[in-house]
């Protein structure tokens, strides 16, 4: 295996001057950035047959509240990284509190089939950042479906514009929900029937039919519930 050493102490020794970011292959992403109260880089190694790069951070007063800061940073709207496991399946993120951890964040890398990794354990003394690319793509969170009542519930919460009925407010109508569930290709859905009590014999008058997926991601008109003709509505 071949390391090379770039720290103060491997040859002439010298002070290290922390990264603004960390380069892997065409992405890079912003670095740990050391607190005012002190810190320092310490190391840098770079891992050429493993194609990864670690950064030792030193002298940190508090190690799990700077790598608290550095994944809020990492795993915000911008950067777009994810706390995940080894395996890349998403997780949930480490005490900061603790004397010592871990954590494991990456995103999709540019190169396709590969991420772009940063795991960081931290310690009493400071902590390491090691800079990898492997293969594999960042798997998706399991969606627990929607409960009936809850798909109930997230019509009686939409516009009737929406839905293509008139109105300003789904309090005007009556949502029944039809046992069972119907696919839409490969999307299983919960058909909600829409009756509206707004006619002069104030009977239940059909208004519509939707088919709402488990996720709440897709939302079908029946358009014709004999040739099963379906459009799928613009969700706000």
């Known amino acids: 295996m071949l390391l090379l050493c ?6 002439k020794e010298k002070e290290l001057t922390p990264p603004e970011a960390y380069q892997m292959g065409e992405d890079s992403v912003p670095a740990l950035a050391l607190p005012e109260e002190g810190g320092k880089l310490s190391e840098e190694t770079q891992d050429e047959e493993a194609a990864t790069t670690s950064y030792t951070y030193t002298e940190l007063t508090a190690p799990g509240g700077v790598v608290e800061t550095y ?29 010592s951890g871990s954590i494991i964040m990456a995103k999709n890398a540019s190169e396709s089939g590969k991420v772009v990794q940063i795991a960081v354990n931290w310690s009493e003394e400071g902590c390491d950042v090691t800079v990898s690319g492997p293969s594999g793509t960042i798997k998706e969170p399991e969606v627990e479906p929607m409960t009936v009542k809850e798909a109930v519930e ?25 046992m069972g569930t119907v696919m839409v290709g490969e999307d299983a859905c919960i058909q909600l ?21 488990g996720d709440g991601a897709h939302l079908y008109r029946i358009d014709d519930t004999n040739s099963n003709n379906v459009t799928e509505l613009e969700l706000a």
């Open 6 to 11: 770039l720290l103060a102490g491997c040859g």
């Open 71 to 99: 994944a809020a940073l990492l795993t915000g709207e911008e950067n777009g990284f994810s706390v995940v496991t080894a395996e890349l399946e998403p997780c949930e993120a480490p005490d900061y509190a603790a004397e």
């Open 154 to 178: 997230y019509l009686e919460s939409m516009s009737p514009s929406v839905l293509g009925l008139s109105g300003s407010s789904m309090a005007a109508y009556h949502i029944y929900p039809v």
């Open 193 to 213: 029937n829409v009756y509206s009590m707004d006619n002069p014999e104030h009977t239940n008058h059909i208004a519509g039919a939707y088919l709402l997926t």
